[in-house]
């Protein structure tokens, strides 16, 4: 079975620390990836897609196929990061996302 | 912008109910998709639809039924509410490719008594 697993229910940094949030998935291939953020009492949005290589709001996110990972990283966190973030790639057979647990980013100033 | 609509934010029934959740989305969506979030489970796929009177069973089928009658307009209908259907449920949209965002509702919050 395809699994997605983000293993910190909650990651709490200081203000300017750098920030990683680890996602790790398990199936073969190369899969697409994308990270979703949810804002306190917002919808959830899209934040980036591995396919775009972009950086948004100061976040990249590097597909490691040997570690089968996909850890969002940002060097300087900002108290507005604060959020829910969830990894999702898209399944192996069809236009589905798989959405891990979501980690809880917390930034404290 | 895209808009993904839904028709309650909050609600509460009573086990045994028949519950209607509706979703409206405004850009010519082929895709269609109903989650519930949990705490410590992240997303469940319920249901997808990927055209009008089309639909497909994700992971967490049981106890959901669903109807999409147009390509707006997709709905989750739970045939007798259980204390274990209390959630938030939240609606999704996209187009076909699978490359392509979804879109989310602001979610409704089900509470099953």
């Known amino acids: 079975a395809q699994r997605v697993t983000q293993p910190e229910k909650l990651l709490s940094v200081f203000k300017g620390a750098p920030v990683e949030l680890k996602c790790n998935y398990s199936?073969?291939?190369?899969?697409?990836l994308f990270w979703y953020v949810q804002y306190s009492r917002q919808r959830l949005q899209l934040l980036l897609r591995?396919?775009s290589r972009e950086s948004i709001k100061g976040f990249t996110a590097d597909l490691n196929k040997g570690e089968t990972s996909f850890h969002l990283k940002k060097p300087f966190a900002q108290e507005e990061d604060s959020a829910m973030y969830y990894c999702?790639?898209?399944?192996?057979?069809?236009?589905?996302?798989?959405f891990g647990a979501g980690t809880i980013l917390r930034v404290k100033s | 912008d895209v808009k993904v609509t839904q028709s309650s934010r909050y609600l509460v029934k009573r086990t045994g109910e028949k519950v209607f959740l509706e979703c409206v989305q405004d850009?010519?969506?082929?895709?269609m998709f109903w989650y519930r979030q949990d705490p410590g489970l992240g997303l469940r796929l319920i249901y997808f639809?990927?055209?009008?009177?089309?639909?497909e069973k994700g992971d967490i089928p049981e106890g959901y039924s669903v109807s999409r009658e147009k390509k707006e307009r997709f709905s989750l209908i739970l045939e007798s509410a259980s204390t274990n259907q209390t959630s938030m449920y939240l609606c999704?949209?996209?187009?076909?490719?699978?490359?392509?965002?979804?879109?989310f509702g602001p979610g409704t919050r089900l509470l099953v008594l």
């Open positions: 999704a949209s996209s187009f076909p490719s699978g490359e392509e965002t979804q879109y």
């Open positions: 591995h396919i």
């Open positions: 639809s990927y055209d009008v009177k089309m639909k």
């Open positions: 850009m010519d969506h082929e895709n």
């Open positions: 199936y073969s291939g190369s899969p697409e």
């Open positions: 999702a790639p898209l399944r192996e057979y069809g236009n589905k996302l798989v």
